[in-house]
């Protein structure tokens, strides 16, 4: 049996710790013994699942990561794509696998953030968006005839066969939650999905009919997660990461521009984007069945951003929770929502 993430977990809070002095002084010695004292350590990211540590020191600038114990593979993840696929990835300054902390040079500015222009010029947007699923899809490519240590460092699979089981898995986790429990899904939208079980069924088999190889899911993917040194993008943030089949990969982009822009699912635009991932695949599918099976492969992609919003919330306090608890649910009962792209 299959093991995932539990919705009713709840561990000690992981970001009262690392707001801690403590926690601080322990981050300056494995620095200090990992690339020298730091001249300057300045926390700047702080949520219930993972902190971010500028590094200032005498031989340049880094950050720090760790994860929530539900999510520390990342470390483990990112040296093993260091062998891998090093070119797609950050590379790594220092890493301890077994305390989920890591270290990386500064790259610059993600490139989300580097080009401005784009955020009022929908074409360059999709330009952007191009570029990062297209890398994103090579990435998926080069590391796919080693997706068993992708599993072997913590990573869970998720393939087409699995999704019906795990939908009434994780709605027997959610009905024994209170109704008042942030995390909480209403019963309506429990039987809405448990309705769409049939259907969850159809969308794994035209799925798994194109034969692609189970590999890795960014999970997260989007500009901002990506850097450009000097032409070749470069990925990071990978704590979300899954092993799934490779087109889930391109939810999180078509879902933002289409909310983004307000597009419909048969916009061009949409369809240029999806392309530019797709391309990399064709030598399994015709470009004809795998535009025919992606709006089947975004909805269960959904199921991945349920698990991962599971793992994310384990360690939140309950103010944590009140703000960000009903992620997951709200990502599970997606599944009943259109998807966001129409070949």
């Known amino acids: 049996?299959?093991?995932?993430?539990?919705?009713?977990?709840?561990?000690?809070?992981?970001?009262?710790?690392?707001?801690?002095?403590?926690?601080?002084?322990?981050?300056?010695?494995?620095?200090s013994s990992a690339v020298g004292?730091?001249?300057?350590?300045?926390?700047?990211?702080?949520?219930?699942?993972?902190?971010?540590?500028?590094?200032e020191t005498p031989t340049g600038r880094f950050y720090a990561k760790q994860n929530c114990s539900t999510q520390s593979y990342e470390a483990a993840l990112v040296l093993a794509l260091n062998d891998l696929a090093a070119r797609h990835v950050v590379p790594l300054a220092a890493v301890d696998t077994t305390r989920?902390?890591?270290?990386?040079p500064d790259l610059g500015t993600p490139l989300g953030d580097a080009d401005r222009e784009a955020d009022d010029d929908p074409d360059k947007q999709v330009d952007v968006w191009c570029r990062v699923v297209e890398a994103g899809a090579h990435l998926q490519l080069e590391v796919a005839r080693?997706?068993?240590?992708?599993?072997?460092?913590?990573l869970t699979t998720l393939a087409p066969g699995?999704?019906?089981?795990?939908?009434?898995?994780?709605?027997?986790?959610?009905?024994?939650?209170?109704?008042?429990?942030?995390?909480?899904?209403?019963?309506?939208?429990?039987?809405?999905?448990?309705?769409?079980?049939?259907?969850?069924?159809?969308?794994?088999?035209?799925?798994?009919?194109?034969?692609?190889?189970?590999?890795l899911c960014h999970n997260d993917l989007h500009g901002h997660n990506v850097f450009d040194v000097g032409g070749e993008l470069r990925f990071f943030d990978f704590a979300d990461a899954m092993v799934t089949?490779?087109?889930?990969?391109?939810?999180?982009?078509?879902?933002?521009?289409a909310h983004r822009l307000a597009l419909a699912p048969d916009d061009p635009r949409l369809a240029r984007i999806a392309d530019a991932g797709?391309?990399?695949?064709?030598?399994?599918?015709?470009?004809?069945e795998l535009r025919a099976a992606l709006p089947a492969a975004l909805q269960l992609a959904r199921l991945a951003r349920a698990e991962s919003w599971i793992r994310c919330t384990a360690a939140a306090t309950d103010a944590e929770l009140a703000e960000w608890g009903d992620r997951a649910a709200y990502w599970l009962g997606s599944l009943t929502d259109p998807s966001p792209y129409r070949p």
């Open 162 to 215: 699995d999704c019906v089981g795990y939908v009434e898995d994780q709605l027997a986790s959610f009905a024994s939650l209170a109704a008042d429990d942030p995390r909480a899904m209403p019963a309506e939208q429990q039987a809405a999905v448990r309705a769409a079980l049939p259907q969850v069924a159809e969308w794994a088999d035209q799925v798994a009919a194109l034969r692609l190889p189970l590999t």
């Open 100 to 104: 989920g902390l890591f270290l990386t």
């Open 1 to 31: 049996m299959k093991q995932y993430a539990d919705i009713a977990l709840r561990l000690p809070s992981a970001s009262e710790r690392w707001a801690g002095e403590r926690f601080r002084a322990e981050l300056a010695s494995w620095v």
């Open 245 to 257: 089949e490779p087109l889930a990969a391109l939810l999180v982009p078509l879902n933002v521009l």
């Open 278 to 288: 797709l391309e990399v695949w064709s030598e399994y599918a015709p470009m004809a």
């Open 37 to 55: 004292e730091p001249t300057s350590l300045e926390r700047v990211k702080l949520r219930p699942w993972a902190t971010v540590w500028r590094v």
């Open 146 to 154: 080693y997706v068993g240590r992708l599993v072997s460092v913590g």
